[in-house]
Nanobody, 126 residues
Framework: QVQLQESGPGLIKPSQTLSLTCTVSGASMTTAFYYWSWIRQPPGKGLEWIGYITYTSSTYYSSSLRSRTSITWDTSKNQFTLQLSNVTPEDTAVYYC??????????????????WGQGTQVTVSS
């Protein structure tokens, strides 16, 4: 059973870069056909897919966040990291990491993911 756990700062100032790490257990990130995603939910809004890194380290990002987003991994620690630059209060949200194992197209809808971390609250405020 795959388990994921997010970690990172709960409060960040505007214009700074948000950095969150997801630690994976129960599966190696390099196992075939795994997609490792970041997803967020702003207060009062629905889930928003941010981007993923695949088992071959390829990445793909939401078009609305692509210019500010980077997802990398450390396979020695079985972790992947989200960096979101130049944050504003509109980036305040609960951030989740999630995984999906599929031989189909890369999943870009939150509803396609079947393993999730518990989520971590990030607030952008001066």
């Amino acid at each position: 059973q795959v388990q994921l756990q997010e970690s990172g700062p709960g409060l960040i100032k505007p214009s700074q870069t948000l950095s969150l790490t997801c630690t994976v257990s129960g599966a190696s990130m390099t196992t075939a056909f795994y997609y490792w995603s970041w997803i967020r939910q702003p207060p009062g809004k629905g889930l928003e897919w941010i981007g993923y890194i695949t088992y071959t380290s390829s990445t793909y990002y939401s078009s609305s966040l692509r210019s500010r987003t980077s997802i990398t991994w450390d396979t020695s620690k079985n972790q992947f990291t989200l960096q979101l630059s130049n944050v504003t209060p509109e980036d305040t949200a609960v951030y989740y990491c999630a995984s999906k194992n599929t031989a189909s197209w890369g999943p870009t809808s939150p509803t396609e993911y079947d393993h999730w971390g518990q989520g971590t609250q990030v607030t952008v405020s001066s």
